[in-house]
T-cell receptor, first 115, second 113 residues
Framework: GAVVSQHPSWVICKSGTSVKIECRSL??????MFWYRQFPKQSLMLMATSNEGSKATYEQGVEKDKFLINHASLTLSTLTVTSAHPEDSSFYIC???????????FGPGTRLTVT | AQTVTQSQPEMSVQEAETVTLSCTYDTSESNYYLFWYKQPPSRQMILVIR??????QNATENRFSVNFQKAAKSFSLKISDSQLGDTAMYFC??????????FGEGTQLTVNP
């Protein structure tokens, strides 16, 4: 149990365009979802925390107008990278936390390449 | 705030041997959880083992065990009978309030045949 999916797994977009990444909890309701960014050979950096039905909380240094997060339901959170630039190219990982649990379940990640 | 330090960027071990990955952490919380995650080349984060800080007994999952030293804020991972499939990046992490995880920088483990 506790499976999280992400779509797409890999996306290439042109500089200046926007791209949306979906994160779904398949067999549980995720009251909280997290979005991470990971550069090659580095650790996961928390970008934001989203709770269903409320605005996301962004980490210091993360541009909230550039990385739009929506957690509209208990099974879906989306990350939209607006006006993407090559420096936004990275691996984006989401995770979900079921109900009253504390443990995070991770999605398989999305590789974003901005050309 | 929490911090996690993994002082070994890379390690290697021969197949069937034992290896220990180090991790130290700092937190002001009295109630917290510790984790080791594995990230293979597929980049899917896989939970290896968890430890509740209030439990004195070290957690064990098959070939994986931890040495949890609460006073020293140390949480090392021992992998016994290493297998080629254990080759991955390993992250130590601490979770305190709000389900928020803080990760270490990671240790790249290579198991050699």
């Amino acid at each position: 149990g506790a499976v999280v999916s992400q779509h797409p797994s890999w996306v290439i977009c042109k500089s200046g365009t926007s791209v949306k990444i979906e994160c779904r909890s398949l067999d549980f309701q995720a009251t909280t979802m997290f979005w991470y960014r990971q550069f090659p050979k580095q650790s996961l950096m928390l970008m934001a925390t989203s709770n269903e039905g409320s605005k996301a909380t962004y980490e210091q240094g993360v541009e909230k107008d550039k990385f739009l997060i929506n957690h509209a339901s208990l099974t879906l959170s989306t990350l939209t990278v607006t006006s993407a630039h090559p420096e936004d190219s990275s691996f984006y990982i989401c995770s979900g936390v079921p109900g009253s649990s504390y443990e995070q379940y991770f999605g398989p990640g999305t590789r974003l390449t901005v050309t | 705030a929490q911090t996690v330090t993994q002082s070994q960027p890379e390690m290697s071990v021969q197949e069937a041997e034992t290896v220990t990955l180090s991790c130290t952490y700092d937190t002001s919380e009295s109630n917290y959880y510790l984790f080791w995650y594995k990230q293979p080349p597929s980049r899917q984060m896989i939970l290896v083992i968890r430890q509740e800080a209030y439990k004195q007994q070290n957690a064990t999952e098959n070939r994986f065990s931890v040495n949890f030293q609460k006073a020293a804020k140390s949480f090392s991972l021992k992998i016994s009978d290493s297998q080629l499939g254990d080759t991955a990046m390993y992250f130590c992490a601490v979770l305190a309030s709000g389900s928020r995880l803080t990760f270490g920088e990671g240790t790249q483990l290579t198991v050699n045949p």
